[in-house]
């Protein structure tokens, strides 16, 4: 009876494991049309009430490469700028079916964990059930900082152009978003099985507002 048990659970775990394929190819990003910049700036705005409803894949490659795509296909750079060229942001995408690292090179997504860990990017109520969170995570490996206790000056100012980006897509799509940096960094840095050189910078909630 108890190795039908042990069977049993493993066979959930190895499940579980398979899954979902350890890395996904997104959609081709749209990179053309939106609504024009002037008007987007107009209806640029926070907000902190969401509707459940997930994001259709197709907007969320959108979003992701408006965010933080490759535009330069010859040079490998980015829809937002990074001091020295560093390219050191990663995108964790945090949803209810897992969290998966963002990789623009090739458009992909690289799945970190099968469990929804949206309560744990951030303080705010809203934060656990809104559809997607963009946790913004600072690798400083891939910078010239080897103190990883001193605060990632340029990595906060890398990351504000990536979350304007994301705050000026939203408001073309009619989406809903919010950029934060209420977060209990040092439990969600553990529960994204980040390197210690890894920081987290600011989070941002994205969904269909509320109506
Ligand atoms: C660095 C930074 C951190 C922020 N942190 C939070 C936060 O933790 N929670 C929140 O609800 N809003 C947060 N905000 C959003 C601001 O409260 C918001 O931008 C401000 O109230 C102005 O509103 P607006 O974005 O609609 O113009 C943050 C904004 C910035 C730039």
Known sequence: MKLYGVLILTLLFSLKAVSQPKTTALPQPVRSGGMPLMEALDQ???????????LPEQLLSNLLWAA????????????????????????????????????????????????????????QDFVASAPLNLVYVADLDRTDQ?????????????????????????????????????????TLQAKLQLKPGQKIILAQTVGFPKK
């Open 146 to 186: 080897k103190d990883y206790s001193a605060e990632p000056v340029a990595s906060y100012s890398n990351v504000g152009f990536i979350a304007q980006n994301v705050y000026l897509f939203c408001a073309s799509e009619g989406l809903g978003t919010v950029v934060r940096g209420w977060i209990d960094k040092e």
């Open 44 to 54: 640029r705005c926070s907000t902190r009430e969401f509707a459940p409803a997930e």
């Open 68 to 123: 933080w795509g490759i535009n330069r296909d010859e040079s490998g750079k980015h829809t937002a700028p990074s001091s020295n060229n560093k390219q050191e942001i990663d995108i964790y995408v945090v949803k209810a079916n897992g969290v998966f690292r963002f990789i623009p090179k090739g458009h992909l997504l690289e799945l970190i964990s099968d469990d929804d860990l949206r309560s744990f990017c951030g303080k």
